[in-house]
């Protein structure tokens, strides 16, 4: 039984047939689905998933593609949500947060300070409510680190891990899970699947990211949580186990690194 433990099923891409995936996935084997929010308008929506689809529960956070367009109110509601909530067995974590570096414009003022200092202050909220963190690390690993390393946070998973094998075990041995997706099935992503490969067992986790980041048989437009057994099954080849060894060890990972699905699959 996988567990996707990143889809944005809320995703315009998904419109009008969000349930109907999520009972097709359970009936696939995926027993669980984390869908994390990207913006405060997607709080509501995310959250209102996880309630309506057996098989789905939630994390909140602003995305760092999505800060220029927050502001610090975002924030302020973002933090009385997960005070008011902090008891729904649904919100599972603090996500999608983190830093993005990949685009020029984001590594220059004043958006990169205006960044760093959503994550910073979401980590606070991580700290403050006691939840794991949901992490986009995208050519900014190295960052990210440093401020977890500098507000004590040992929870949670850097989401479509694409670093090096250094910056893995900097993650492991801070107590995160690495996740890993579809990029990781196209042949010309070496060092992702040597890691897939070599990490220990239980330091990984799956998702799809759906829409985004689609295995090497689909394009973006068809990539949902669907993918994630045959996706899982790539992976285990790559490490020369069975699909069903590795999404027993990826399930129980993601368990250890969101204590709280443990309620929602009623462990």
């Not at 090096?164 to 899970?177: T, V, W």
């Not at 020369?240 to 990972?253: K, P, V």
Request: aromatic share 6%; with cysteine; charged share 25%.
């Amino acid at each position: 039984m996988w567990i996707d433990t990143h889809c944005h099923l809320d995703a315009p891409e998904f419109a009008g047939n969000e349930r109907r995936i999520a009972a097709e996935a359970a009936k696939e084997g995926i027993c669980h689905i984390v869908i994390p929010s990207i913006d405060r308008p997607g709080f509501a929506r995310v959250t209102e998933l996880a309630h309506t689809c057996a098989n789905c529960s939630c994390a909140l956070g602003i995305h760092p593609l999505y800060v220029a367009g927050s502001d610090e109110n975002d924030l302020r509601i973002l933090d009385e949500i997960l005070q008011k909530d902090r008891a729904d067995p649904h919100l599972v974590a603090i996500g999608e947060i983190g830093l993005d570096f990949y685009l020029p414009e984001l590594t220059r003022s004043p958006l990169r300070e205006k960044q760093e200092f959503f994550f910073v202050e979401q980590l606070k909220m991580a700290k403050k409510h006691g939840l794991p963190v949901l992490l986009h690390t995208r050519r900014a690993v190295d960052t990210v680190l440093k401020y977890l390393r500098r507000h004590d946070i040992h929870s949670g998973i850097a989401h479509a891990f694409s670093g090096s094998l250094q910056q893995a075990q900097a993650f492991i041995d801070l107590g995160f899970k690495l996740s890993f997706c579809g990029t990781s099935t196209h042949e010309r992503a070496r060092q992702l699947r040597q890691l897939v490969a070599t990490l220990p067992i239980d330091t990984i986790v799956v998702e799809t990211d759906s829409p985004d980041l689609p295995p090497a048989w689909k394009n973006r437009k068809e990539n949902s949580p669907l993918e994630l057994p045959r996706i899982g099954e790539t992976l285990a080849a790559l490490r020369g186990i069975t699909a069903d060894e590795l999404a027993e060890h990826t399930r129980r990972n993601a368990i250890t690194a969101i204590p709280k699905l443990a309620q929602r699959l009623a462990i």
